[in-house]
């Protein structure tokens, strides 16, 4: 029983990530307010990692494992977007295919590196800290955001390790993270007001590309990279606080959570058609196009979210490996 709990538990966190990735693909950000519109963005992507950070592991198998779950549909989607692309949009571009990432697919490839990097950084004394050293050091490498998603898989690095050495501590396995989280949770009160008052001044005076990772430093770099470090800091503090407070109860972001691959891959598709189809003047009524686009989140990541679509999109994956890979 404790196993489900602990289940539900991460895949609400998912749940919740998954469907604050729906929103803000389908642009609701820009009608919203700054510091509103800022927040999400430090918040959701975090979550994901985070969790895929809990529930990865370090064996003879997970390499192969990362591979067909991650890789493969990472070139499959690749070549279906940009065939997608071709037929909807009419824009024909197969350059740099695989090379360069196709909006939300970079997500697949960074998580891949990141599973291939952990039992090598896992065997350094401070492995959070070299992976936080690398997130800032990265932005001052001129590397385009879309190149392998390479930009944010260091930047997202040391949010994932702390969900894997999270699950250690827990697990009464002493890590380098081990004596921060005590300490985070015997001052978790103090620590989480602390936290989300600078959230709230930070939101509100950085501009938003600054949480994503995506671009290099431009300007004063002493500044940009004091900046990055104070966002890396303030999305670890948000996961270990959604970690502390977030429900074991099985809900509607349960099932979010669960099936959260299915909706990240497919989701991406109706945003296209969305985005061509729909009347660009309903967005000069902001009232009505923030209600749209509240009811059309959730009700793409409700579908996307059902059993049957994981079931078939797994099956579709499953085969296409099968087709390349010899059988273990």
Known sequence: ????????????????????????HLDILNMINHTANNIIQLIYLPLLFFV???FSKIGPDEGIKSFKRLFIPYLIFTIITRLFNWFVLGKFDFSLIFFKTDFALWFLIALFFMKMMLPIVDRFRYPITISIICALIIGFIPLESSILGLTRCFGFFPIFLVGFYLKQSKNNIQTPFTKILNLFNKHYKIITVLIIV???IVCYYFDFRIFTFRKGYSGNMLYEVIKRAIVLGLKIGIVLIFDKFMT??????TQFGRNSMAIYLLHCYIRVLFKKYIPHSIAMNKPLWIILILVLTFIITYILSRDVVTKYLNKFTDGIYN??????
């Open 1 to 24: 029983m404790e196993f489900k709990e602990r289940i539900n538990k991460y895949d609400n966190m998912k749940g919740i990530g998954i469907f604050l990735v729906v929103l803000v």
């Open 198 to 200: 600078a959230t709230i």
């Open 52 to 54: 895929a950070g809990y």
């Open 248 to 253: 074991n109860r099985q809900s509607l972001l």
């Open 323 to 328: 087709l390349i890979a010899k059988p273990i």
